[in-house]
């Protein structure tokens, strides 16, 4: 399906809003959280082989996107591609139980301490139009670790080609989005600005039933 320029222009400000901006350095360790998504395992596997961090975590069980493509479980199907990257697997560590971001966070600083990895930084790769809200997450999860945020470094226009549904695109950003605004009252995450042209975007892609990833009952508005 093809969208209109206007709610591509619209998408874009969500994309743009999501980019943390952080740039790589060497961590304790790189998490790589589980979703549809392979490239996040791509982006873990090149992080760890420019030597950002010497431990790999990927965390993430099923859900009702990825359990027909996944039916491992997103982590253990990460780490497999991690592996065909060149990661070697004595450096993996697999979560195989988190079914949301914050349980990516808790479950995965559960096992590094498990497994007796001291943590003082986390390189944080999600999808790019998760990246803030994998940061808010593990910023209020965690708070005494630092988080640089990571995801694969593509247009929005090259993102939606690969994975083929511009629309479902359109959908999880504005999911994502209604979350920063929600979660934060609710303990899920810390709070962060959103610009007003970055709300007027997301409820104009409301109001055009861009809506299947949104919770119900919540709408997300600032007033």
């Given amino acids: 399906m093809t969208l209109s320029d206007a709610v591509m222009k619209d998408a874009q400000h969500l994309w743009d809003y999501q980019l943390m901006g952080h740039a790589p350095r060497p961590c304790s360790v790189v998490i790589g959280l589980g979703s549809h998504d392979l490239g996040v395992a791509d982006v873990t596997a090149d992080l760890y082989r420019q030597g950002m961090a010497p431990v790999v975590v990927f ?3 099923t859900s009702r996107t990825t359990r027909e493509r996944m ?21 993996i560590l697999v979560e195989p139980r988190a079914r ?3 349980e990516n966070i808790r479950f995965s600083r559960a096992l590094l301490e498990e497994q007796g990895v001291p943590v003082s930084s986390v390189l944080l790769v999600s999808k790019p139009y998760e990246e803030r809200r994998a940061y808010a997450t ?13 995801s694969a470094p593509m247009p929005l226009a090259d993102y939606v080609r690969s994975i083929g ?23 899920f995450m810390i709070s962060q600005d959103v610009p007003q042209d970055v709300q007027d975007a997301y409820e104009r892609l409301q109001a055009q039933g861009f809506t299947s990833r949104l919770i119900p009952d919540a709408t997300g508005r600032s007033e």
């Fill in 165 to 187: 549904d511009a629309r479902l695109v359109v959908d999880m950003l504005v999911g994502a989005l209604q979350r920063l605004l929600i979660y934060p009252a609710q303990g």
């Fill in 59 to 61: 965390t993430g069980a």
């Fill in 138 to 150: 593990a910023r209020k999860l965690w708070p005494e670790v630092e988080f640089v945020s990571a």
């Fill in 100 to 102: 949301n971001t914050g």
């Fill in 71 to 91: 039916p491992r479980g997103e982590a253990e199907h990460y780490r497999e591609r991690a592996i065909e990257l060149g990661v070697p697997d004595d450096a």
